[in-house]
């Protein structure tokens, strides 16, 4: 089982970056998936959380409206598309994927496979 992020990097404030996240378990669709960061110093937190079908997102409340997480099912792939971006979204994101029955707010526990973690890097 393996989940491999990527899409990281360096981005102004205001900017945009799109992280994807594929993964080699099977099958794909029994999964909830979702995205976590961590920023230096500071613990794990849940970003974003995707039903098994698309069809239910949850988003923390600091990444409302900038922060879109979407999946591909038939590519399984998950995204994480962030737009209007700020310094203090400078953190490791990590992909995962889990069995709970809820798409959030969830804690890292709710998940069995992670990714490796991806930087994104915010300058003001």
């Known amino acids: 089982v393996q989940l491999q992020a990527y899409g990281g990097g360096l981005v102004q404030a205001g900017g945009s970056l799109r992280l994807s996240c594929t993964a080699s378990?099977?099958?794909?669709?029994?999964?909830?998936l979702g995205w976590f960061r961590q920023a230096p110093g500071k613990e794990r937190e849940f970003v974003a959380g995707?039903?098994?079908?698309?069809?239910?997102?949850y988003y923390e409340d600091s990444v409302k409206g900038r922060i879109t997480i979407s999946r591909d099912n038939a590519k399984n792939t998950v995204t994480l598309q962030m737009n209007s971006l700020k310094p203090e979204d400078t953190a490791v994101y990590y992909c995962?994927?889990?069995?709970?029955?809820?798409?959030?707010?969830?804690?890292?526990?709710?998940?069995?496979?992670w990714g490796q973690g991806t930087q994104v890097t915010v300058s003001s």
């Open positions: 995962a994927a889990g069995r709970s029955g809820r798409v959030g707010p969830l804690s890292g526990s709710d998940f069995d496979y």
């Open positions: 378990i099977l099958p794909f669709s029994w999964y909830v």
């Open positions: 995707i039903s098994r079908n698309g069809e239910s997102t």
